[in-house]
């Protein structure tokens, strides 16, 4: 129900301006432009599984995931401006390196405490695109003749659709306990395959304050989701066990950025992303093989959350 109250926001939008539009007998005009973005994505996607103590049997256990997230980004865009009041975009992004970091598993159980009685620390690899469709409808424009600086402010509401994956290989796994010697060890080459999806529709609010003069726009928004999608799958390869999870929860964006006209008709912008997403649900596990083949665990409590911070630089060129 939520996902279609967003989408309704998104075509309410459009179907407003083009009222608008067809009131005032103006034209579409479109206006249209390419862009190409170099970003770098620093974060994690982890995910926490709560239940029963493997170790200690009435005890509570815990188990937290830790994927890192720092990698370099390609995103291509496209985007139109109709009637000088909406603006539509399609962009696809890729990661363009797979070293990601450092992924963290660790392990506590209630019986010994606060400290994990387990960490283990493995090389990561990461394959990671994410596809995003915007629409917004411009809502105000105020001249701001009192200010020697700024001469415009533009108010923009709207929304859009978010798909986000990331694909993992882990690697060369190292293990250390206070507690249990006989879990202190190494093992090399592929232990772990981790997949997760992210969906959302959302809303936004954007300000634009334009230097008209000197051809600056400077640009800062908000997006919401208050309904996100989220599945993923943890192949634990040592120990033959694939785990499976889906859940839903909340996505949040703040966008800051500045764009100057350098030459003609392109323009270079910089800026910061800031994107969160807060989910959970339940993991169902399979042992496929090895000495607990066959034996399954369902309905686990399960959290999922990323949080993500975007530095970019982007070349746009405009046709019109």
Known sequence: MKKLL????????????????????????????????????????????TGSDFLYAGDRGKSELEFPIDTNFVKLGIHTNLMERIDLSLDY?????????????????????SYPYVISKSDSEIDAKEWNFDAKYMLKQIDLQDNNFLDTLKIYVGGGYKHQEFDYDIKNVNKTSAYFTSFNGS????VLDYEVEYDV????????????????????????????????????????????ASGDGTYYKFAAGVSWAFWQDFTASVYYNHIDFDTDGTQNQYFYDGAYKGLTY????????????IFGVKVTYFFN
């Open 298 to 309: 369902s309905n686990i409590d399960w959290e999922s959350d990323s949080s993500q911070d």
């Open 93 to 113: 992004s890729w990661s363009v390196d797979d070293d990601a970091g450092t992924m963290k598993d660790t392990d506590w159980s209630s019986r010994i405490g």
């Open 6 to 49: 967003l989408s309704g926001v998104v075509v309410m939008s459009l179907l407003m301006a083009f009222n608008s539009a067809k009131a005032e007998e103006t034209k579409l005009n479109p206006k249209v432009d390419v862009s190409v973005d170099y970003f770098n994505m620093d974060g994690d996607t982890t995910y926490t599984i």
């Open 201 to 244: 529709w959302y809303i936004s609010c954007y300000l634009n304050l334009i230097n008209s003069k000197k051809n600056i726009d400077f640009s800062i928004g908000f997006e919401y989701g208050p309904d996100v999608d989220v599945e993923d799958k943890d192949d634990h390869i040592l120990r033959s066990k694939l785990s499976t």
């Open 187 to 190: 093992t090399q080459g592929k």
